[in-house]
């Protein structure tokens, strides 16, 4: 059973940082595609960043491109994202997932498999 619990969100005043952690089991993060996502009140979930199975390439919206670096520790099974010069837009609840589709990059959520429950981020003006 695949399970993947993320962590590390909370209130941030904008042009701060934060790093959300995605702890994963039942799946070896170094062979798959792993990704965040995010979905603000009244959205659509939206794509922010993918590491592909090999982690030499990794992959972002334009929205946080510059800002935002997805990362994975192989020996831990956890992905993350560093968030730094955070803005108000940025807030959403953000989604870890996981893909057996494809071996680079895939903004489509329904190209991943397993999700995990969210944690919420709040960047204040």
């Known amino acids: 059973q695949v399970q993947l619990v993320e962590s590390g969100g909370g209130l941030v005043q904008a042009g701060g940082s934060l790093r959300l952690s995605c702890a994963a089991s039942?799946?070896?993060?170094?062979?798959?595609?792993m990704g965040w996502f995010r979905q603000a009140p009244g959205k659509e979930r939206e794509f922010v960043a993918c590491?592909?199975?090999?982690?030499?390439?990794?992959y972002y919206a334009d929205s946080v491109k510059g800002r935002f670096t997805i990362s994975r520790d192989n020996a831990k099974n956890t992905v993350f994202l560093q968030m730094n010069s955070v803005k108000p837009e940025d807030t959403a609840v953000y989604y870890c997932?996981?893909?057996?589709?494809?071996?680079?990059?895939?903004?489509?959520?329904?190209?991943?498999?397993?999700w995990g429950q969210g944690t919420q981020v709040t960047v204040s003006s």
């Open positions: 997932a996981t893909s057996s589709e494809v071996t680079y990059y895939t903004d489509r959520t329904y190209l991943y498999d397993y």
């Open positions: 039942g799946r070896t993060v170094s062979r798959y595609v």
């Open positions: 590491i592909s199975r090999s982690g030499g390439s990794t």
